[in-house]
């Protein structure tokens, strides 16, 4: 499969924090989220503020900016926003759409829904974070 037609799912499913999740799983995550169409400029997520949803970009390009700074550009496949859906708390950088995007979009409450409705899903999560905690401590 070309990138251009990887589907929302198998996009869903190469994210690493969702990397202990089975297919069935990441299904049940899609249908929390919703695909939204974001205009060239359109500010994403603003540093500081509270726009708590995690974004996986399915078409389309982004820069990432802190303090006014671009440090990264996004595109099909990269996301962001996992942080602030997991533990609620404000963005630490602004996203700019810089061409058409779209994006799926999970909020920060449905994330947390799933969470508290499905152990199996929360403990999929639980071990993918030691993982990443580990690495990091390694380094």
Do not use: N, W
């Amino acid at each position: 499969m070309t990138e251009g037609t990887r589907s929302p799912e198998d996009m869903l499913a190469e994210v690493d924090l969702f990397s202990g999740l089975s297919r069935r799983q990441v299904r049940t995550l899609l249908d929390r989220g919703r695909i939204v169409p974001h205009e060239s400029g359109h500010q994403v997520s603003a540093e500081g503020l509270g726009s708590l949803a995690f974004h996986l970009i399915l078409d389309g390009r982004a820069t990432v900016s802190i303090a006014g700074t671009e440090v990264r550009s996004l595109g099909s496949g990269d996301y962001f926003g996992e942080i602030s859906m997991i533990d609620g708390k404000p963005r630490s950088a602004t996203v700019t759409a810089t061409e058409p995007t779209r994006t799926l979009a999970i909020p920060h409450q449905d994330f947390e829904r799933l969470v508290a409705d499905e152990p199996d899903f929360a403990r999929g999560l639980l071990v993918t974070l030691c993982a990443r905690l580990r690495e990091a401590e390694s380094r």
